[in-house]
């Protein structure tokens, strides 16, 4: 998340003023009377998140989280600039005048040190802890800024959600952190009620120069609505409030989210000169990911049945007109259209992988759950080496190389050549310190309570739950190597009967099938019209199990081009490649110091040695290796020919044009060139390099063996 043009601060206001197109920066209108609300108490989900440390990770999912542990997230905190060095510790560092560097990385590091249980993460978060409480101002402020010109509030909701999360984890600490959220609500609500300060930029103020705050002003409902339901303290009122409040703020500033997300207005592609209607920040793509909870924030204050309408409208609209083949929003950084060549960000994956978790507890349609998972084992992991040291800040569907490109990337909105490098801080920091919330929460959401007073698996990853339903002790083990078997077996103790749910994916077909609990045979599925299977768990020990079975399958896109897909797995091109290393390179084109860097961050230069430009024909597919339960997977398993399953598909080499140093758009009308041949499909996110959005043509017979 970076500002399109130049500077920052300097041209705040007129920026502002520009794009907006309205004296609202200068001139904010003034606070509307709060309505009079038609309810004390807030929507309910359908799906009752868990406390945070209630859900473990096993299997492959918990390598994944430890290498993360091991890697860039877990050492951020001893090196890196924008963390060690952070205002929010008494430092210098900060990328941009948001100060946002610390609270996107306190806010993944809660969950990823605690659903590890993790004593070096523990002892991190911890020590920020301390310090930020031991820092609060006397008036309530969270944070390094001391005057009404440098603090803004959007910085402090990823505060308050790390805070949150920190308060579910360890009872010893909810007290003190509690109280502290108080006191900064009750000044953020002063503020707000004076003209919407700290929130919408006016003359003079350098906390915000383009209305990021503005554009995400529900952030702050989760926080809030946790504490009005936990620990309203006697400030219940005062925290409905302050939620009033930040809306009406966003609606001032002509960002209302509930004006854009309506059939017709929402735009379908996004060409330069972008000479919209609205402001520009509506088609960012994190702002998006991040949006499409609004209407569902609101929701849950105002019990308006037509928000929660509109928020599936605003996940179908995302998801018709900028949802990658990979499960990610393409946005480079703004929205464009659906062409490969096109970027998106890795804090969009991130941020929408959390959304998505969001919503689904509250719409209960399948189809989000099978997104989020798509997100979270496609695009997430695409992004990410291997090792968990390196990331990138776009990624493409077709992506040959990761390199440094030769010409200034015109396919891009607001990203640089350096862009898809694999490397400590390509293009821009946030993606570097906001990218560890994302396994960490997709974890935390796997395991959700229903409204019967059961428990259900919706994402199907390998974990764990401990909880108490009532006065009943349940534990559940979800041994799986999903999404790379279809095999899922269920380890459950319980002090009293319970109902037990399984997610089924929309993709399963009707042989399916499942058993127990213990010795009941084997059963087609017959899940409910959400998709869940259910399970009456009698007290004590128990088993069961779920098969799924599944097909390859196509998705077709514009111009005769298509993808393949298994299970909740997009296929790619294998693609060998040349790697080579070098020195991170600053974001902005200059030199990282030593002491922001370590021997593990290296940026990586990924270069293809094998033929990519080819065409495809999807009516020739085979599934090899092995997908059985038992097999062990390869740690790490998003690296080149670690996932134990992969796909033989028909296929021939095209003459496919090169522009901007990237792959052109998939040509129109291919033609083959010499003898067609078996071409090795992985799954997307293994092959950091890879062609995925490819162009369909009929091939003769081809042995799908050789």
Request: some cysteine.
């Amino acid at each position: 998340m970076k500002m399109p043009t130049l500077t920052i601060v300097a041209r705040a206001t007129a920026v502002a003023l520009a794009l907006f197109g309205t004296n609202t920066l200068a001139y904010p209108q003034a606070r509307q009377p709060v309505k009079i609300r038609d309810s004390s108490e807030l929507v309910q989900p359908t799906y009752q998140a868990l406390p945070l440390g209630s859900v473990k990770p096993q299997g492959w999912l918990k390598d994944q989280l430890e290498k993360s542990a091991a890697g860039l997230a877990g050492n951020l905190f001893n090196f890196y600039r924008y963390v060690k060095d952070s205002q929010w510790l008494g430092g210098h560092s900060e990328y941009s005048d948001l100060h946002e560097s610390a609270p996107y990385w306190f806010n993944g590091l809660v969950p990823l040190a605690f659903s590890l249980d993790d004593p070096t993460l523990k002892s991190q978060v911890k020590s920020f802890l301390d310090y930020i409480l031991d820092h609060q101002q006397d008036d309530g402020w969270l944070g390094p800024e001391t005057t009404v010109h440098t603090r803004g509030l959007w910085g402090r909701c990823y505060i308050l959600l790390g805070l949150m999360q920190y308060a579910q984890a360890d009872s010893s600490e909810t007290e003190r952190i509690v109280e502290a959220m108080h006191r900064y609500i009750t000044l953020a609500h002063s503020m707000l009620q004076n003209n919407f300060t700290g929130l919408i930029p006016r003359t003079g103020d350098v906390f915000d120069g383009s209305g990021w705050g503005v554009a995400r002003a529900h952030e702050m409902h989760i926080p809030l609505q946790w504490l009005f339901e936990n620990h309203p303290q006697n400030n219940s009122d005062l925290l409905w409030d302050t939620m009033e409040l930040m809306i009406q703020g966003n609606t001032a500033f002509n960002l209302d989210w509930r004006n854009f997300f309506v059939e017709g207005n929402f735009p379908e592609v996004v060409y330069a000169p972008r000479n919209q209607s609205y402001p520009w920040l509506f088609t960012h793509g994190v702002n998006l990911a991040e949006a499409i909870r609004f209407p569902l924030a609101i929701y849950r204050t105002s019990h308006d049945e037509a928000l929660k309408t509109q928020t599936r409208t605003a996940v179908d609209l995302v998801a018709k007109y900028h949802k990658s083949l990979a499960g990610t929003i393409i946005g480079d950084e703004a929205i464009t259209d659906l062409n490969p060549n096109r970027g998106a960000e890795l804090c969009t994956s991130t941020e929408l992988l959390f959304s998505l978790g969001w919503i689904y507890q509250y719409l209960a349609d399948n189809d989000i759950a099978d997104w989020a998972e798509l997100t979270a084992f496609n695009a997430f992991p695409g992004q990410i080496w291997p090792d968990w040291w390196s990331h990138q800040y776009v990624q493409q569907e077709n992506q040959p190389w990761a390199r440094n490109l030769t010409e200034h990337p015109q396919m891009w909105d607001n990203v640089g050549s350096y862009g898809n490098v694999f490397g400590l801080e390509p293009d821009y920091p946030c993606c570097a310190v906001n990218h560890p919330q994302g396994y960490p929460k997709f974890l935390a959401n796997s395991f959700v309570g229903t409204e019967d007073g059961g428990i259900a698996h919706v994402f199907l990853s390998p974990g764990s739950v401990s909880t108490t339903l009532g006065d009943n002790k349940v534990t559940i083990l979800a041994d799986t190597s999903y999404p790379f078997s279809m095999d899922l077996s269920y380890s459950i103790s319980a002090d009293e009967s319970f109902t037990f749910y399984v997610r089924i994916p929309t993709w399963a077909n009707s042989a399916s099938t499942a058993s127990g609990p213990s010795d009941s045979p084997a059963v087609t599925l017959s899940p409910s019209e959400a998709g869940l299977q259910r399970f009456d768990v009698p007290k004590g020990q128990s088993r069961l199990s779920v098969r799924l079975q599944t097909e390859p399958r196509i998705v077709e896109r514009a111009n005769n081009t298509a993808a393949v897909y298994y299970g909740p797995l997009l296929y790619s091109l294998a693609l060998d490649f040349n790697e080579t290393t070098r020195n991170p390179v600053a974001y902005d084109g200059g030199v990282i110091t030593p002491s922001s860097t370590t021997p593990r961050t290296r940026d990586h230069i990924v270069e293809t040695t094998d033929l990519w430009n080819i065409a495809i024909d999807p009516s020739q597919i085979k599934v090899v290796g092995s997908g059985s339960a038992a097999a062990t997977l390869s740690d790490p398993i998003w690296a080149l020919g670690a996932p134990p399953l992969e796909l033989r598909v028909a296929a021939t080499e095209i003459d496919w044009p090169v522009a901007f140093d990237t792959p052109a758009n998939p040509p129109l009308n291919p033609q083959a060139k010499g003898k067609p041949f078996s071409a090795r499909f992985v799954p997307f996110a293994s092959a950091k390099v890879h062609m995925a959005h490819l162009p369909r043509v009929e091939l003769d017979a081809v042995d799908l063996d050789a």
